[in-house]
């Protein structure tokens, strides 16, 4: 929602939200873009490297107006990144059901439902999913920009 949207929010029944509160940062010649809606279980999936064991949804178009990725990653019981990860940009991730394993570093953690993780630069990183249910996290990512270009 671009700022300075008018908007208001209601819930029919009991609902939980995420806010992701960042100024945006505007990209010369590309267009502000536009307020997103959507309902998360309606946006396709697709399988993340080829296995379908782990499926991603794009919650935001990836397009350069987006100063940011936004995801949801659902993990079948046993399924796992096919490598240790690491990416030039800071970001988050939030647990919405299940939980696993998550490599950060060095270290290893037990991570369920409920739990926050933020991942510096270029920290190593993997997950794999334990249980007997699906495991799944939404994920934020900043792109489409330059890290230094805050600076200036």
Known sequence: MPANTPHRFE????ARMVVFDKP??????????????????????SPLLGDEALQVRLL???NPSFDMAVNTMTFEP??????????????????LQGGG?????????????????WMASYCPQWFGALGKTPSKYLIYKDVNRHSLELLG
């Open 101 to 117: 394993v998550y490599r950060l570093g060095d270290h290893w953690y037990t991570v369920q439902a409920g739990d926050v993780i």
């Open 60 to 62: 935001l178009p990836d």
């Open 78 to 95: 046993g399924a796992h990144l096919s490598l240790v990860e690491t990416h030039v940009m800071e970001h988050g991730l939030l647990f």
């Open 24 to 45: 945006y940062q505007a990209l010369a010649g590309v267009e502000v873009p536009s307020v997103v809606l959507g309902h998360e279980p309606e946006m396709p999936s």
């Open 11 to 14: 819930a029919a029944a009991r």
